[in-house]
């Protein structure tokens, strides 16, 4: 997340900077605009470490002392946010200016000046981001209880494929949020009254103000852009669901015209990916196992490690399998470093590999949900933290991350207050650029497929492959703000939040939970960035922006011919381009950013469709006469 961690590190840093001191007297909004990087720097790390312990020590200490370090924070934020009325419309330099214009939105969790009001809204935060990382689905009673936590949960969606058990896997953890709803509710009061007291109506018109636009041009933008991949994703769907269809039959493979919320194969509809045996177009053709080459490394270092050791006891054993799984958790990351040192950008520190939570931990409860983190200013400690397993999800999530640790090293000598995306969807696009270029070319040179097949069959598998994690995402990406910002604006009120976000998901991903989903339940709330409160539209933009960049860096590295063929892995020209873009930060409006890249200055998504656009004709051809589309649309 921008990084939540990063975006949580801002905020907390720049919260914590309050100095409790009063201002010189004759302070010049130059001065002002010094003061607030210097006194981000100076709390940056007590907020990083207090939010690396609460999500890696889950108990109620970690809780208390994150709290606490949110809460001071937020309450400096808020004094320097005040502090900065003074300046206003007083001379000042074009990066000063853009320093205070930034102060306001550093924090996506925006505080009430009431110090009573202010510690509640900080407990609550810390309260709802510990219960969902804590969430486990248990069944029976006493002895006889039995518990499953969200990776258990998510390998029974991936890889059954009974009706039932996927169901019932599905239902279970939507269990998990059913008690967040009344800390949500309150929640939404109290980041409302925050962001109005900065001057704004809400707390989704804050979010959307972080643009270098309009808040309603930004959201009418979002429109068009949708509007732009939403024939693609018609096809998709209308394809995917006719193959369900034929699997589970007309009665239990969809319902009215849409995809049944529990065999996607994920847990929010939101990556298809895990329905491949089922959607892939050419079994024959080449193919693209990577779980399967990954799952096989992994066994191999199993039976090396138990191999060494004679008569083992079942410690012995569990230990021996604990170093496989983390020789394998940091290959996979190796792996994944090789692709941006390739480019010419420097190593991962060291300390990166210690410091960083690879594995799930035995002995607590942690947020197993990947993030990255920039724990102190000058970048010289940053660490991810996932729950790796040995699949082809994992393995792209990691390149993923690695794009916010690239993105935090290039930026770092900027001021603190630039050291940030262009726009947040920047950051969340940087490693999935570089997924785009994991071809199966790349994927065949690093050993994770065989021989790489040249057809007009391999093509279409290999564009379904891709699509099935970036086609498949875009309505998701764009619908959960959707939501919050309707809960926000208060168009959504608490006795509608279940009710509103099915007809969300119905409308944009033509998806439908199989049984009845009452006010009883707050699936929202099972999604890690609503209780994280970690905005999403970052990640629709993302995956407009990712093809764009793409397409830029394959200009740069010389590629001709069919944009969807082009790897430019190990290319230094497009290492360089891609490094300075980085480097700027959000140091100047993201539209130069982007025009120094690419050569324009808006989002597009032409791009996704000319990438896509083999696989579109033939969706087209397979959909041919069959009923697509769904009512709620
Ligand atoms: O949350 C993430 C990353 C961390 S920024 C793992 N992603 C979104 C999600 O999982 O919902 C990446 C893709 C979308
Ligand atoms: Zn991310």
Redesign the pocket.
Same mark, same amino acid.
């Not at 409302?192 to 007291?197: H, I, L, T, Y």
């Not at 949708?226 to 394809?239: F, G, H, S």
């Given at each position: 997340?921008?990084?939540?961690p990063r975006l949580l590190a801002a905020s907390l840093a720049a919260l914590c900077a309050l100095p409790a001191t009063a201002a010189p007297p004759r302070e010049t909004a130059d001065q002002f605009a010094a003061r607030v990087n210097a006194t981000f720097a100076e709390h940056f790390e007590e907020g990083t470490s207090a939010a690396w312990l609460s999500q890696t020590y889950i108990n109620d200490d970690t809780a208390r002392i994150a709290s606490l370090v949110s809460e001071r924070g937020l309450g400096r934020l808020n004094a320097l946010v005040e502090e900065a009325r003074r300046f206003e419309g007083q001379p000042m330099s074009a990066a000063s200016a853009r320093t205070l214009a930034l102060l306001k939105l550093s924090t996506a969790m925006p505080a009430p000046r009431d110090p009573a009001r202010l510690r509640e809204l900080a407990t609550i935060a810390t309260r709802l981001d510990q219960a969902y990382g804590a969430g486990q689905w248990c069944r029976g009673e006493g002895p006889a209880k039995v518990c499953q936590n969200i990776g258990q949960i998510s390998q029974t969606l991936a890889s059954n494929r009974d009706y039932e058990a996927q169901l019932e896997a599905w239902e279970g953890w939507h269990t998990i949020s059913v008690p967040m709803r009344r800390d949500y509710v309150r929640f939404v009061e109290l980041t409302n009254e925050g962001a109005r007291a900065m001057g704004y109506a809400d707390t989704g018109a804050m979010w959307r103000s972080g643009y270098d636009m309009p808040a309603d041009t930004f959201a009418a933008e979002t429109d068009r852009l949708w509007d732009q991949v939403r024939p693609l994703y018609e096809q998709l769907q209308c394809y995917t669901r006719e193959k369900l269809v034929e699997r589970y039959g007309r009665e239990r493979g969809q319902v009215d015209g849409m995809i049944p919320a529990h065999l996607t194969g994920n847990l929010?509809q939101?990556?298809w990916s895990n329905l491949w045996e089922l959607l892939q177009p050419y079994p024959k053709a080449a193919k693209l196992d990577v779980t399967a080459t990954l799952e096989r490394q992994h066994r191999e270092r199993v039976e090396k490690a138990l191999a060494a050791l004679k008569d083992p006891t079942p410690a012995q054993q569990a230990e021996a399998e604990r170093q496989a799984a983390m020789e394998t958790a940091i290959a996979m990351t190796r792996l994944a470093e090789s692709f941006y040192t390739g480019l010419g950008m420097p190593a991962l520190p060291e300390s990166f590999y210690e410091k960083s939570q690879f594995l799930r931990p035995r002995d607590r409860e942690v947020v197993c949900?990947?993030?990255?983190w920039q724990m102190n200013p000058d970048a010289s400690d940053v660490r991810m933290k996932?729950c790796i397993e040995p699949n082809e999800t994992d393995l792209t +999530?990691i390149y993923?991350?690695l794009g916010?640790i690239y993105y935090y090293l290039a930026y770092k000598d900027q001021p603190l207050s630039f050291q940030t995306g262009a726009h947040d969807g920047f950051?969340?696009a940087i490693g999935?650029t570089i997924v785009l270029s994991m071809t199966p070319k790349y994927l065949q040179s690093v050993g994770l497929v065989g021989e790489a097949e040249v057809s007009r069959e391999a093509t279409i598998n290999a564009q379904m492959r891709m699509a099935l994690a970036k086609v498949a995402?875009m309505p998701?990406?764009l619908l959960i703000d959707r939501w919050r910002w309707g809960v926000f604006d208060g168009s959504i009120p608490p006795e509608r939040y279940n009710s509103a976000w099915w007809e969300l998901k119905a409308k944009y991903q033509g998806v439908a939970p199989a049984t009845p989903r009452g006010e009883d339940f707050f699936d929202p709330g099972a999604?890690?960035?609503v209780p994280g409160n +970690?905005p999403?539209t970052r990640?629709f933009l993302?995956h407009v922006l990712q093809f764009q960049f793409y397409k830029a860096l394959c200009d740069a590295a010389g590629h001709t011919g069919p944009l969807h063929e082009c790897s430019f892995a190990g290319n230094p020209e497009a290492g360089r381009r891609y490094w300075a873009m980085m480097q700027a930060g959000a140091s100047q409006p993201w539209q130069k950013t982007l025009k120094e890249l690419t050569g324009g200055e808006r989002m597009d998504a032409s791009a996704v469709l000319e990438y896509f656009a083999p696989l579109k004709a033939w969706l087209e051809e397979q959909n041919r006469g069959k009923a697509c589309g769904w009512p709620a649309r």
């Amino acid at each position: 997340m921008r990084l939540r961690p990063r975006l949580l590190a801002a905020s907390l840093a720049a919260l914590c900077a309050l100095p409790a001191t009063a201002a010189p007297p004759r302070e010049t909004a130059d001065q002002f605009a010094a003061r607030v990087n210097a006194t981000f720097a100076e709390h940056f790390e007590e907020g990083t470490s207090a939010a690396w312990l609460s999500q890696t020590y889950i108990n109620d200490d970690t809780a208390r002392i994150a709290s606490l370090v949110s809460e001071r924070g937020l309450g400096r934020l808020n004094a320097l946010v005040e502090e900065a009325r003074r300046f206003e419309g007083q001379p000042m330099s074009a990066a000063s200016a853009r320093t205070l214009a930034l102060l306001k939105l550093s924090t996506a969790m925006p505080a009430p000046r009431d110090p009573a009001r202010l510690r509640e809204l900080a407990t609550i935060a810390t309260r709802l981001d510990q219960a969902y990382g804590a969430g486990q689905w248990c069944r029976g009673e006493g002895p006889a209880k039995v518990c499953q936590n969200i990776g258990q949960i998510s390998q029974t969606l991936a890889s059954n494929r009974d009706y039932e058990a996927q169901l019932e896997a599905w239902e279970g953890w939507h269990t998990i949020s059913v008690p967040m709803r009344r800390d949500y509710v309150r929640f939404v009061e109290l980041t409302n009254e925050g962001a109005r007291a900065m001057g704004y109506a809400d707390t989704g018109a804050m979010w959307r103000s972080g643009y270098d636009m309009p808040a309603d041009t930004f959201a009418a933008e979002t429109d068009r852009l949708w509007d732009q991949v939403r024939p693609l994703y018609e096809q998709l769907q209308c394809y995917t669901r006719e193959k369900l269809v034929e699997r589970y039959g007309r009665e239990r493979g969809q319902v009215d015209g849409m995809i049944p919320a529990h065999l996607t194969g994920n847990l929010w509809q939101q990556d298809w990916s895990n329905l491949w045996e089922l959607l892939q177009p050419y079994p024959k053709a080449a193919k693209l196992d990577v779980t399967a080459t990954l799952e096989r490394q992994h066994r191999e270092r199993v039976e090396k490690a138990l191999a060494a050791l004679k008569d083992p006891t079942p410690a012995q054993q569990a230990e021996a399998e604990r170093q496989a799984a983390m020789e394998t958790a940091i290959a996979m990351t190796r792996l994944a470093e090789s692709f941006y040192t390739g480019l010419g950008m420097p190593a991962l520190p060291e300390s990166f590999y210690e410091k960083s939570q690879f594995l799930r931990p035995r002995d607590r409860e942690v947020v197993c949900h990947a993030s990255a983190w920039q724990m102190n200013p000058d970048a010289s400690d940053v660490r991810m933290k996932m729950c790796i397993e040995p699949n082809e999800t994992d393995l792209t +999530t990691i390149y993923h991350e690695l794009g916010h640790i690239y993105y935090y090293l290039a930026y770092k000598d900027q001021p603190l207050s630039f050291q940030t995306g262009a726009h947040d969807g920047f950051h969340e696009a940087i490693g999935d650029t570089i997924v785009l270029s994991m071809t199966p070319k790349y994927l065949q040179s690093v050993g994770l497929v065989g021989e790489a097949e040249v057809s007009r069959e391999a093509t279409i598998n290999a564009q379904m492959r891709m699509a099935l994690a970036k086609v498949a995402f875009m309505p998701f990406g764009l619908l959960i703000d959707r939501w919050r910002w309707g809960v926000f604006d208060g168009s959504i009120p608490p006795e509608r939040y279940n009710s509103a976000w099915w007809e969300l998901k119905a409308k944009y991903q033509g998806v439908a939970p199989a049984t009845p989903r009452g006010e009883d339940f707050f699936d929202p709330g099972a999604k890690y960035h609503v209780p994280g409160n +970690t905005p999403y539209t970052r990640y629709f933009l993302s995956h407009v922006l990712q093809f764009q960049f793409y397409k830029a860096l394959c200009d740069a590295a010389g590629h001709t011919g069919p944009l969807h063929e082009c790897s430019f892995a190990g290319n230094p020209e497009a290492g360089r381009r891609y490094w300075a873009m980085m480097q700027a930060g959000a140091s100047q409006p993201w539209q130069k950013t982007l025009k120094e890249l690419t050569g324009g200055e808006r989002m597009d998504a032409s791009a996704v469709l000319e990438y896509f656009a083999p696989l579109k004709a033939w969706l087209e051809e397979q959909n041919r006469g069959k009923a697509c589309g769904w009512p709620a649309r």
